[in-house]
């Protein structure tokens, strides 16, 4: 089967930067993404990591070691409105992509 | 371009009733997806469809749920004889084949069962 951890909540401090961890085991591995999704909201697309390093998008950046079955998202420069959740999303083989649980991140002033 | 969209945006049913939840896919995206979402809860994949390709109902959680695309755009997801345990926010995404590891999302049909 397939499986995602990654912690159910972060808190931290505007302007500072945070890093969301996400853990995964599975067979077949093709990619991690993330997506990010506001109370309400529909989840949007962040980012895609296929190959082992860093991917960065603007104060987004995205990291993969496939060898450790481990990414990170990074959020620099954290402003108000990136409180949200942050979902990492597992694709393996012809399967749909699989959805961790989500991490609401809070910031505050 | 128009994104996802999805009717109604809410309803409210009562137990036992069906229902049925509408997704417009974005143009030319062939590979569509119908997800759960519990308040406060990560995504749980219900069925997907690719192109002609039989769908994958792999997530159905049971035979009261079905699915079917018509004419490779429109999908329709019908939830007989509603259970309180449906409610849910139904979210619908759809992707171009050779990138499903990027979805895009519909704002949701947020279902209550009283």
């Known amino acids: 089967g397939q499986s995602l951890e990654q912690p159910s909540e972060v808190t931290a401090v505007e302007g500072a930067i945070v890093q969301i961890n996400c853990t995964y085991q599975?067979?077949?591995?093709?990619?991690l993404s993330w997506y990010q999704q506001h109370d309400g909201g529909a989840p949007t697309f962040l980012s895609y990591?296929?190959?082992?390093g860093l991917e960065e998008t603007g104060r987004f950046s995205s990291f993969l070691s496939r060898s450790d079955s481990y990414g990170y998202l990074l959020l620099q420069e954290l402003q108000m409105k990136d409180s949200a959740s942050y979902f990492c999303?597992?694709?393996?083989?012809?399967?749909?992509?699989?959805f961790g649980k989500g991490t609401r991140l809070s910031v505050i002033a | 371009g128009a994104g996802v969209s999805q009717s109604p945006s809410n309803k409210v049913t009562e137990k036992g009733k069906d229902v049925e939840l509408r997704c417009d896919p974005i143009?030319?995206?062939?590979?569509l997806y119908w997800y759960r979402q519990s308040l406060g809860q990560g995504l749980e994949f219900l069925i997907y469809?690719?192109?002609?390709?039989?769908?994958?109902k792999s997530g159905l959680p049971s035979d009261r749920f079905s699915a079917e695309r018509t004419g490779g755009s429109v999908s329709t997801l019908t939830i007989q004889r509603t259970q309180q345990e449906d409610s849910a926010v139904y979210l619908c995404?759809?992707?171009?084949?050779?990138?499903?590891?990027?979805?895009?999302f519909g704002p949701g049909t947020r279902l209550t069962v009283l």
């Open positions: 599975t067979s077949g591995f093709y990619g």
């Open positions: 999303a597992l694709r393996s083989g012809n399967t749909p992509l699989v």
């Open positions: 995404a759809s992707s171009l084949v050779t990138q499903y590891n990027e979805q895009f």
């Open positions: 143009s030319g995206h062939t590979a």
């Open positions: 990591n296929a190959l082992d």
């Open positions: 469809f690719q192109g002609n390709s039989a769908p994958d």
